[in-house]
């Protein structure tokens, strides 16, 4: 069980274009998802923390019209990187976990998504 | 602020060698500690996960006690095998819901035969 698909796994596209990620609950209902970005031998860095049917909460340091998040269903959640450029160039991974009374939920993970901008 | 440092790597081992990967933590409260594992090409798999002060996180092998006196939760397997290769990240996390996990930078364990 908690299984999070994220889609696609590898793009390559040239700068200016914008690139969509998807990131999907399969078998359960998550409240709250989270977008992370990876550089190489570097830690995942949090970029935002998206709630169902409300706005995204960025971090410090991430451009929210760069990056637009979407978060319209419990099984759903998009990150759009607008006109992209190659420094947007990265490995992004999205987590997705359920929000329950107070205490934390677990995060489950997709398997990422290689994004190369020529 | 909230942070998780990890011993640099990457760490090359003979199989059947002892592991230690050290992880220490800042954080205001207590959170919770976790490590995961990511293997070659796949996704964040968690490994192993500890919510209290000198609780004991295991599986396959692997073992990590939360020491609050030294903010510590160090990684340990006492006989790796070439198959444990992969980039381990310790992370800690507040219990509040709806907050992320913060990770460290990331080891990479290389085993040989």
């Known amino acids: 069980g908690a299984v999070v698909s994220q889609h696609p796994s590898w793009v390559i596209c040239k700068s200016g274009t914008s690139v969509k990620i998807e990131c999907r609950s399969l078998?359960?209902?998550?409240?709250?998802m989270f977008w992370y970005r990876q550089f190489p031998k570097q830690s995942l860095m949090l970029m935002a923390t998206?709630?169902?049917?409300?706005?995204?909460?960025?971090e410090q340091g991430v451009e929210k019209d760069k990056f637009l998040i979407n978060h319209a269903s419990l099984t759903l959640s998009t990150l759009t990187v607008t006109s992209a450029h190659p420094e947007d160039s990265s490995f992004y991974i999205c987590?997705?976990?359920?929000?329950?009374?107070?205490?934390?939920?677990?995060?489950?993970f997709g398997d990422g998504t290689r994004l190369s901008i020529l | 602020g909230n942070s998780v440092t990890q011993m640099e790597g990457p760490v090359t081992l003979s199989e059947e060698a002892f592991l230690t990967i050290n992880c220490t933590y800042t954080?205001?409260?207590?959170?919770?500690l976790f490590w995961y594992v990511q293997y070659p090409g796949e996704g964040l798999q968690l490994l192993l996960k500890?919510?209290?002060?000198?609780d004991k996180g295991s599986n396959k092998g692997f073992e990590a006690t939360y020491r609050k006196e030294t903010t510590s939760f160090h990684l340990e397997k006492g006989s790796v095998q070439v198959s444990d290769s992969a980039v381990y990240f310790c992370?800690?996390?507040?219990?509040?819901?709806?907050?992320?996990?913060?990770f460290g930078k990331g080891t990479t364990l290389s085993v040989s035969s």
């Open positions: 998206s709630n169902e049917g409300s706005k995204a909460t960025y």
């Open positions: 954080a205001t409260g207590y959170p919770s």
């Open positions: 992370a800690l996390r507040h219990n509040q819901a709806g907050t992320a996990l913060i």
């Open positions: 500890a919510t209290k002060a000198d």
């Open positions: 987590s997705a976990s359920v929000t329950g009374g107070t205490s934390n939920q677990p995060q489950h």
């Open positions: 078998d359960f209902q998550a409240t709250t």
